[in-house]
Nanobody, 122 residues
Framework: VTLVESGGGLVQAGESLRLSCAAA????????VGWFRQAPGKEREFVTY????????VHGDSVKGRFTISRDNEKNTAFLQMNNLKPEDPAVYYC????????????????WGQGTRVTVSS
């Protein structure tokens, strides 16, 4: 599965961004989609995932109540709506897919996108 993220950029603290993760293959609908992020000098961190059918959703503690994940299987695309961005949110955000079941462990992901950078100014 080929994944392409988009939507990153520079915003001020408190503002919002919407990231997209587009897949070329229709088999995308059989995969759960996760978002992970990695800031300079830090380990990759789980952000959120959504199950293949859009029902199972898990958020990392640091983004609960602020970030929302969704997907549109007809368009082979997943989204990450990020509201109230904070100075601790800047990172390269990656989407990844895991066949069928979601996982908070990045090692379980089968395919990764190239990442999109999010920068937050305070």
């Amino acid at each position: 599965v080929t994944l392409v993220e988009s939507g990153g950029g520079l915003v001020q603290a408190g503002e919002s961004l919407r990231l997209s993760c587009a897949a070329a293959e229709r088999t995308f609908s059989s995969y759960s989609v996760g978002w992970f992020r990695q800031a300079p000098g830090k380990e990759r961190e789980f952000v959120t995932y959504i199950g293949w059918n859009g029902v199972d959703i898990v958020h990392g503690d640091s983004v609960k109540g602020r970030f929302t994940i969704s997907r549109d299987n007809e368009k082979n695309t997943a989204f990450l709506q990020m509201n109230n961005l904070k100075p601790e949110d800047p990172a390269v955000y990656y989407c990844a897919v895991h066949y069928y079941r979601g996982s908070t462990d990045s090692a379980d992901s089968d395919y990764w996108g190239q990442g999109t950078r999010v920068t937050v100014s305070s």
